[in-house]
């Protein structure tokens, strides 16, 4: 049955839907190499070096790919997602409105979390190939490859054009200099931009190109210290079906 969509939510997911990172998995096979991938997340989501050139580094690092058995170990026991925000994409299904994760993180991590049933199907998951496995035929989900930050426009855009999606009824969500290109694309075309945990690189990078983020949602980590993960889960995300739901009816 083909979907006629409503509106679309593209999302980032490290730090903006879940408290983890995206070289997490990595680190957990390899834990020597936890200070040296740190390192590397701050530089490219501060824009300091590109997305290519930080996967570039870490496969460099990497003495043996990741397998889908390491990658189930890291989830069995380290998977996690804000408060509310698995019932947040089931709502969005429910409403007709297309839920895309947009990520800098690995296309072998979210298989294996559908795989795994740890999430609730989404129809298009836009992340990097560095890890990924053999596509299961039944998988429910279209996936893009994103080699480089502004993939993430590109990738929404396309998604958009395919289903017929007005850029009004868009909805990027982002926390960090790295979603900066993805906001900057969605100012020039009218989406709603919300701030997730939002970053100061975020903002910087928004402050620097004009770009107003319409919402923050969530703790402001501008405005305050970093907070502990138990203050971050006190979050419930099913309070953006209100900013979702005034997108749909304007």
Known sequence: MIIKYKAMVSSDWNGCLAPCGPFDCISFVYPRLEADL????????GNLISLGEAADQIQELLPEPITAEQMDAYLDESFCTYTGVPDLIEWCLSHNILFMINTTGMIGYFQRIFAKSLLPPVPV????PMISYPQNSSASFRVYELLQTGDKSRNSGKVARQCAIPAGKI???GDSGGDGPHFEWGAAIGARLIGS?????LA????????????RF????????RATLEEELQINFMGLTDTIGEVIRS
């Open 197 to 201: 945990m939002t970053k100061p690189s």
């Open 125 to 128: 998951i836009s992340a990097h």
């Open 204 to 215: 910087n990078y928004c402050r620097s190109k004009a770009i107003e983020i319409n919402q």
């Open 218 to 225: 969530g703790l402001d980590y501008t405005r305050r210290e």
């Open 171 to 173: 909805i990027l969500l």
């Open 38 to 45: 740190a390192a590397i997340f701050k530089q490219y989501t």
